[in-house]
């Protein structure tokens, strides 16, 4: 492994956790903000009423988000387990087809037909080797982990939370909802926009357009949030 | 391509349309379900205000989840796309580590020293072949589709919608949010205990204990926000 690969695998890693985290606070900025915005808009609503929807749309958001994403790893690992229990059946009762299958991958690789058949039963005398090699080549399959699965929900429901104090706070220390609103639209942007800048930094994107893509998606929801309000209150 | 590969992909094909909907659709049960339910318990709360601030969630939760699963899917195509240019580099700048790298992969897999050369030699004539292999074996990398980026946006975007508005209908058809707490109770279990088999049932995976799962992690984030919204009242 020469340094170049070693270090993206590395940056991999960090980029597992990283999108944990913009997943579950860019929605954790987004959807609190826009709902706390909606509220706004209607006319008996107080700031009490705004901050205890919000909280409990921040509780419910982080579990359903959460454990969403746990349940979407679990599902992950399952799904590579049948898979390769699939893989070994094929194995044992397609030999033949199995090995022609594998001797087409080299050939549309441009591998001369000696050569295929060459890798092929050389690959094929391991079947655990070879149902790896399939795993990995025809499914793109790599052995999922649970512990990331459960690293996964924490960083994104505890990111959400984190994500959603923030718009809110501005109705804690405001009294009138439209003073709120005010601050917490100021509040909010600029979080959307640093957040936005560096979530694109990290991630090897032009940092000023990912800036303002987030700041848009999350003033756009709260826009569109704040209308229905008013339409439907 | 034998008959059951066939069948796996078009299997894929399907799944990945149901994992957006899937996505969208458990959400939007979830989490307007547990706001409705968070506010129900507030003193002062009329069905009005539940059902503005549900409608002002659902629309806020559809765009921040439809754009983020656009978002996601561009963010997919703009790394492979990096990818495969880094990979084309270290070709052409590290030719010979870069061969060794290969052969390393075969030699894993058992094959003979023989056999790692001589295919190695051939792969690396064509230079896209040879990274079109290494992109799909060291990264398990296929060219993500930006058509699958626009549709997935728009299918967890209205899933989310039509989710959300199953709850929420509960406080429309009633007059007192304790009333409207329990139909959507009831209502919104059932669709959940609902989708939560068929989800399980076309995924393959154990029909009842997907139901409940689903069913409990919905009734777990409407629990905590009622509380939630209790103690902050």
């Given at each position: 492994m020469h340094p170049e690969t070693a270090h993206a695998e590395k940056h991999f890693e960090q980029s597992e956790t990283l999108r944990d985290i913009v997943i579950g606070m860019s929605d954790g900025l987004t959807v609190p903000f826009a709902l706390a915005a909606g509220l706004s808009?209607?006319?008996?609503?107080s700031n009490n009423i705004i901050i205890t929807a919000g909280l409990a749309e921040i509780i419910a958001g982080s579990i359903a988000m959460g454990l969403g994403g746990y349940l979407a790893g679990k599902t992950e690992i399952e799904h590579y387990d049948s898979e390769l229990k699939r893989e070994y059946r094929e194995i044992e009762e397609f030999y033949e087809v199995e090995k022609k299958e594998c001797r087409d991958i080299f050939a549309e690789y441009g591998l001369s037909k000696e050569s295929q058949e060459k890798i092929v039963d050389e690959l094929s005398k391991d079947h655990d080797k070879w149902v790896d090699f399939m795993m990995r080549y025809?499914?793109?399959l790599e052995k999922p982990d649970i512990k990331r699965a459960r690293q996964s929900a924490r960083n994104i429901g505890v990111a959400y939370i984190v994500g959603g104090i923030v718009p809110l706070s501005a109705y804690i220390f405001t009294t009138q909802p439209i003073n709120g609103l005010l601050f917490s639209c100021i509040i909010t942007t600029a979080c959307l926009f640093t957040f936005g800048y560096f979530k694109s930094k990290v991630t090897g994107q032009p940092p000023l357009q990912g800036a303002l893509t987030t700041t848009i998606i999350g003033l756009l929801a709260a826009a569109a949030a704040f209308g229905i309000a008013r339409l439907f209150s």
């Open positions: 808009s209607v006319h008996s609503v025809e499914l793109g």
